[in-house]
């Protein structure tokens, strides 16, 4: 695997870990690579202490190598890919979003969220919208085929032409459902495709035609790029990790949704190569707040979203009860015992004495083990057909992240773990990530 071919771009590197090796606020591990459908993996960041968040990707074009870009607008290049610059050492206005490839891949061009446009390399600089008040951010980017212009595309349709860039339309004048998050150009510059966060694909230009779109209301991550085809069709990558075909293309990928411990966060895709780059799901630490029982919610939601991303959608079978005790607390809207404010009760209490049995409510996988602000130490089973149980405030853990569990095993004991008034189970059950109400699947 071979990182950062050109010495610049290795100092650029080093300095980065070092950074953030010295108390950098906020520093986290870069992204991982998944190369698809035999793609090659030029190499990655997993385990580089970064400062600012990867933020997108680019390949060379013709394939050989490709660059990462985080939000300070630093550049990483791997595989044949050249390091030109970036404005990693500028104190920006707003981070950068995007970045586009020259046809050469000797340059790029990187765009910021308030439009501004910085060039590298062989990328000429053509205009940008910085220092215009803009409606909503800048959120994509795209280059025509000979590299004298460029495109720039904000959440809400906006289009915004530049250089030898042609103007074919915006959705800014549509009511969208959800906001655009991408953009493509046609090979021949006839036209784009803007991709929208739920996955629907708007076309624009003679040579753009609709083939289709990634919408699916039961999907519950985000479509995040769109990538243009030679023969005049395009692709959609989606958080779950698939890649979808529309119309006529020279690569039909194979990859489907899978089930994975890590967030997809973007990707290239092109005829030579689909690319991924996933980053770990971080269990955050709020504190002592009001609004860490919500804030733990969201993040039980979003690690068995992409731990069940592969899974069909299902039903939830019979479940037995988890602790010996009563119901003291039911599934709804309550006046929350601490915190004095209505907010949901995503799950039912048991009343059990600290120290008791917790078991398994159904068969499954144990795919998370976190101490959480509020739930305190909190299991979570995968039961298949995206259902899973969570438990929580436990005292103890008796089960490891990956063991298969049988209905009615031990996996823990009662505790008051996180936010709690007294030794008690906090038991969810969970549907696609959303909280059902238990207690008709137990008999309460």
Not at 131 to 137: A, C, F, R, S
Not at 250 to 277: K, N, Q
């Amino acid at each position: 695997m071979s990182l950062l071919r050109n010495p610049l771009a290795v100092m650029c590197l080093v300095l980065a870990v070092v950074l953030a090796a010295v108390g950098a606020v906020g520093a986290a591990d870069g992204p991982s690579i998944v190369a698809v459908d035999g793609s090659t993996d030029h190499g990655d960041l997993e385990g580089i202490p970064l400062i600012d968040d990867v933020v997108g990707m680019a390949e060379v074009p013709g394939g050989g190598g490709y660059w990462m870009v985080a939000s300070d607008g630093g550049v990483f290049a791997f595989g044949d890919a050249g390091f030109h610059g970036s404005t990693g050492d500028i104190d920006l206005d707003q981070p950068v979003v995007a970045m586009a490839p020259t046809p050469t891949g000797d340059g790029y061009w990187l765009a910021a969220s308030d439009g501004g446009v910085f060039a590298f390399g062989d990328a000429g600089f053509f205009g940008s919208m910085g220092g215009i008040e803009l409606t909503e951010p800048v959120v994509g980017m795209a280059s025509t085929s000979t590299g004298d212009g460029y495109w720039l595309v904000a959440s809400d349709g906006g289009i915004f032409a530049f250089g030898g860039a042609a103007f074919h339309g915006s959705a800014g004048a549509i009511a969208l459902d959800e906001p655009i998050v991408a953009m493509a150009s046609v090979p021949e510059d006839g036209g784009y495709w803007l991709l929208a966060r739920d996955g629907g694909v708007f076309t624009f230009g003679h040579a753009a035609s609709f083939e289709g779109s990634a919408v699916d209301p039961t999907r519950k991550v985000d479509a995040l790029s769109i990538g243009a085809d030679t023969d005049g069709g395009y692709w959609v990558v989606t958080g779950d990790g698939a890649v979808h075909s529309f119309g006529p293309v020279e690569r039909e990928p194979s990859s489907g949704p899978a089930c994975r411990s890590e967030a997809v966060r973007g990707g290239s895709i092109s005829p030579t190569g689909i690319w991924l780059y996933t980053t770990p799901i971080d269990v955050p630490m709020p504190g002592y707040t009001s609004s860490a029982t919500a804030i733990d919610g969201a993040s039980i939601e979003e690690q068995l979203v992409y731990a069940q991303a592969c899974q069909p959608l299902g039903e939830p079978g019979p479940l037995v009860t988890p602790a010996s005790g009563p119901v003291s607390s039911r599934f709804g809207v309550r006046l929350h015992p601490i915190w004095g404010v209505n907010i949901l009760h995503a799950g039912i209490d048991i009343a059990a004495p600290g120290g008791s049995d917790v078991v398994a409510a159904g068969a499954g996988t144990v795919i998370a083990i976190d101490v959480r602000s509020a739930y305190g130490t909190t299991v979570a089973i995968d039961h298949g057909d995206r259902v899973a149980t969570v438990y929580a405030h436990l005292a103890a853990v008796v089960v490891e992240v990956g063991d298969e569990v049988e209905q009615g095993q031990a996996i823990g004991t009662i505790g008051s773990t996180g936010f709690v008034t007294g030794a008690h189970l906090h038991l969810e059950l969970r549907v696609n990530g959303e909280p059902v109400d238990p207690s008709a699947h137990m008999g309460y």
